[in-house]
């Protein structure tokens, strides 16, 4: 009778589960994934060390070389706004090209972003290519320190210099001013319409007396610039270099593509003039307009921003009035209108 009783027990035993040490896991426990440790609180220690470091570097600058710590912080801020941007300008271009949209249809600060930022690229290019050759770079830095005007775009310029700088490329578009009232006086004494010569005459000679003209006064000879003598077809060639100097562009290319030149850039601040517009200019920060009024002609830079707001309101009442054959009018009153205003203001 023991037997059965003992087969019956072994029978149960066998169906309860089996137990292993207590070190190995059963059937049913959930094993980890990895033993590998985390790595990301690694990281953040590191990178924690890395700051430390770097701002008791720069703190140790500041202090024994405040010179070259100037330079060094000018770098690394303009290192990253430089790169900030070209994300932007990388949006951008994605949206356009998703959204089938042109220049000329986005809105105003984006379009200013893409006109600012071509232009940089073209002027960071040759300093691009000098630094190709091996050990070139060496020779690259020497003259971008000799040189920061000519070699450097914005963003590597300090506060310091950005004022500096401004002021002397305004300085250089300046000196073509008169020759260009001068021209405009000479070209409408063969205008056989008195009632639009005169007009003129008297236009010119105000701004050469000291004077700032009104918007109504260039409305009323805006006939003048879109054919016969003044348009910009017409201009003779002395005339076409002297307006390009005022865009910032080289005079120094044959006759055709400077035309061509000056009236895409003119036709370009034309579209941010509208865009601008439906913005307002209410909207803008005090940066964007003293940018966009030196863009246009007028030194910003010792101006206050509402009177620096005063003066992109009258540009646009007649900036966005104009037709597209008469943009020589418009490149003609980054001249009228800026060469006496901030006098006019004093």
């Not at 190709?132 to 060496?138: G, I």
């Not at 578009?173 to 056989?192: M, S």
């Not at 701004?207 to 003048?224: I, K, M, N």
Request: proline share 6%.
């Amino acid at each position: 009778m023991a037997l059965p009783r003992l087969s019956g027990c072994w029978g149960a035993l066998r169906l309860l589960p089996r137990a292993g040490p207590a070190w190995l896991p059963g059937r049913g426990a959930v094993r980890p994934l990895s033993s590998k440790p985390d790595p990301r609180p690694l990281l953040s220690a590191l990178l924690s060390s890395v700051k430390r470091a770097s701002g008791r570097y720069e703190r140790f600058l500041e202090r024994r070389f405040p010179r070259f710590y100037l330079l060094y912080a000018t770098s690394h801020r303009g290192f990253k706004a430089l790169f900030l941007e070209a994300k932007e300008i990388r949006k951008i271009k994605i949206n356009m090209a998703h959204q089938g949209i042109s220049f000329q249809q986005l809105p105003y600060r984006d379009m200013e972003r893409l006109r600012q930022f071509r232009r940089d690229l073209i002027k960071a290019i040759p300093v691009s290519l000098l630094s190709l050759p091996p050990f070139a770079n060496y020779f690259v830095l020497v003259l971008i320190y000799l040189f920061p005007r000519q070699l450097l775009i914005h963003y590597f310029w300090t506060p310091k210099q950005q004022v500096e700088f401004l002021n002397i490329y305004h300085g250089m578009r300046r000196e073509a001013y008169p020759d260009i009232i001068d021209g405009l006086a000479r070209a409408t004494q063969f205008v056989a319409d008195q009632q639009i010569r005169d007009p003129m005459q008297r236009l010119c000679t105000k701004v050469q007396q000291g004077s700032h003209p009104g918007v109504a006064e260039l409305h009323a000879v805006r006939s003048l610039f879109s054919g016969h003598p003044l348009g910009l077809n017409r201009l003779r060639i002395w005339q076409v270099k002297a307006l390009s100097r005022v865009l910032f562009l080289t005079p120094h290319l044959p006759t055709i593509f400077l035309r061509y030149r000056l009236q895409n850039h003119v036709q370009e601040i034309q579209h941010l003039d509208r865009a601008m517009l439906k913005l307002g200019v209410k909207e803008l920060s005090d940066e964007e307009v003293n940018r966009a009024c030196y863009v246009r002609g007028l030194n910003s830079t010792r101006l206050s921003p509402a009177e620096c707001r005063e003066w992109l309101d009258q540009w646009l009442k007649l900036s966005c009035t104009l037709k597209d054959s008469e943009a020589s009018l418009l490149a003609h009153s980054m001249v009228l209108l800026s060469t006496n205003y901030q006098a006019a203001k004093e």
